[in-house]
């Protein structure tokens, strides 16, 4: 894709207008309590938006809306092909605005316009177009019976779904688990990570426009203590689909147990391993894919591969190459194309992954590039890329998710050993394996235990490719695919009598 300059970019942040209110039953609202908190560009830490500080209130008025809209079926009542078109037009608004939708993630999240422009904003218009197409397409059955019975097996939407988003993938995450719950004909109120609010509430205000009727896209900012947990609470809430950590994921589980039993579809962390064959030709490609996979949206990713495990035969060649294609790497202006590398989150974040760095120092691991932070005089969040050899499976930076832009490499003999050690994690997210040797690519990919494995690449697949984790990864979660449609139906058999 082409990128626009730095100027470009920076003359649309001047124009911005960001959404800050909540959208609740098709208007844009101030918080009940009136309250606001403030959100801040991690790669320089200046205030950029005071935001709606909803709370416990505000999820009322939200889910109850979404039931209305829901009970007197001005969404859920639409014919499939009446609900595609409209969740197209919001596609077309998305994509008509796409550069300001980069530019607003970019400056919320820290993220580079590298990332937000060539992957988060259009993605966001991709998945929703591929999400609509679907809305019609998917088919109810009939089971064989005798000739005086009909049997029907019809798929019915939930009712009110809520959505829990995590601040690094704002837009994408927001569109990938809303447009399905969407399509299904529930209605949805999204919960976007109080760090990165603004392009879910610019999504929302948008979809008022692309005649989303009222009270079916509802945006909720706030925090996960007290909006989350509410929406995790509320009795009105019959399906929560959530991407974020573990331990949150724990919680919801416990809340929906106490509460009413809604379904929790659950995207949790990943430790994603890529096993390196010695049978490989092309070192270049290969150490490419490897520092992109590790290094992409700063390593703030899900399934970033941060455990990179190399045939001992191959090690030193191929890492020398690693360290080399890591140069291209650098942080600098987010709003420079140039720039591959953004700011973490947060300040906070950006202390826990250099905890991790010192605290796989004291293990042992050898620290042979980065594990710094940079750029400290713009007030911004930057770590450089970071890379540690010899890391052991036991070693804290191996098992836990670090988050940010630290990769270690590991040594193997034998794909047994390669197969164990990818598998040596409470994750399951994606794995990648490179080989040029049929038998060891399919012993791999049917034996490393992930949702995702993808074959001398790194690749979370494309719209119709399902994506959740195993293990700890996930929990009843499929995102994309029409698998993330089906999870937000009930299945029910409608079972007739005929006259004989
Ligand atoms: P979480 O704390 O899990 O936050 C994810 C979302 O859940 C946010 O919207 C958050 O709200 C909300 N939340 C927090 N506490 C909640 C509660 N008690 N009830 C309901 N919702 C709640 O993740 P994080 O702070 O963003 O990151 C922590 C770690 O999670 C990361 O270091 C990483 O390991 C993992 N993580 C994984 C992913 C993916 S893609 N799997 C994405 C992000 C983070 P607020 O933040 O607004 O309070």
């Not at 949805?188 to 990165?196: D, E, H, M, R, S």
């Not at 990943?270 to 992409?296: E, H, L």
């Not at 796989?360 to 890329?385: H, K, N, S, W």
Request: charged content about 25%; overall charge negative.
């Amino acid at each position: 894709m082409a990128f626009l300059d730095r100027s470009a970019y920076a003359a649309i942040e001047r124009r911005l207008k960001p959404t800050v209110q909540a959208v609740i039953d098709g208007k844009l609202v101030d918080a009940v309590s009136g309250r606001t908190f403030d959100s801040y560009n991690p790669a320089n830490g200046q205030k950029i938006a005071e935001i709606a500080g909803c709370d416990e209130r505000d999820v009322d008025l939200a889910v109850q809306a979404a039931k209305r809209a829901f009970e007197d079926k001005r969404w859920a009542g639409l014919s499939p092909s009446d609900r595609k078109a409209r969740l197209q037009r919001l596609a077309m608004l998305l994509e008509a605005h796409v550069d300001e939708f980069a530019v607003l993630e970019t400056i919320d999240a820290g993220k580079p316009i590298y990332d937000t422009a060539r992957s988060d904003a259009p993605g966001s218009v991709e998945s929703i177009l591929w999400t609509a197409e679907a809305a019609d397409k998917l088919l109810d059955h009939m089971t064989k019976t005798g000739d005086t019975n009909l049997s029907m097996v019809v798929r019915e939407p939930f009712g009110v779904a809520a959505i829990i988003v995590p601040w690094n993938f704002p837009l994408y995450i927001t569109v990938m688990k809303s447009m399905p719950a969407l399509a299904a004909g529930n209605s949805v109120v999204i919960k976007p990570a109080q760090l990165t609010s603004l392009t879910a509430l610019k999504l929302g205000a948008l979809a008022l426009e692309a005649g989303i009727p009222d009270g079916v896209l509802n945006v909720v900012p706030g925090s996960g203590s007290k909006v989350g947990a509410a929406l995790a609470r509320h009795p009105d809430v019959r399906v929560i689909s959530f991407t974020g950590s573990t331990e949150v994921g724990r919680s919801l589980l416990s809340h929906s147990s106490e509460t009413n039993l809604k379904r929790v579809l659950l995207e949790l962390g990943g430790k994603c391993p890529v096993v390196v064959m010695p049978d490989i030709d092309d070192y270049d490609y290969v150490a490419d894919r490897i520092v992109y996979a590790a290094m992409a949206h700063s390593g703030l990713n899900c399934t970033a591969t941060a455990r990179v495990l190399i045939h001992q035969d191959i090690k030193e060649k191929l890492t020398a190459k690693i360290l080399e294609k890591c140069g291209l790497w650098f942080c600098g202006d987010t709003l420079d194309p140039r720039n591959r590398m953004g700011a973490m989150v947060s300040e906070e974040h950006m202390k826990g992954v250099l905890d991790y760095i010192r605290i796989g120092r004291e293990e042992g691991a050898d620290l042979i590039l980065g594990g710094r932070q940079v750029l400290e005089e713009t007030g911004g969040y930057f770590i450089e890329p970071t890379v540690f050899d010899n890391m052991q499976p036991w070693m804290r930076i191996s098992r836990e998710e670090i988050f940010g832009p630290v990769m270690g490499i590991t040594p193997f003999r034998s794909v047994d050993e390669a197969i164990a050690l990818a598998n040596d994690t409470e994750y399951g997210l994606l794995a990648s394996v490179y080989s040029n040797d049929l038998n060891t690519v399919i012993r791999l990919t049917r034996e490393i235990c992930a949702g995702t494995v993808s074959v001398n690449c790194y690749s979370e697949g494309d719209c119709a490719s399902p994506f959740g984790g195993f293990k700890q990864s996930g929990f009843n979660c499929k995102d994309k695919s029409l698998w993330s449609i089906e999870q937000f139906t009930e299945l029910k058999s409608i079972w007739m009598q005929l006259r004989g």
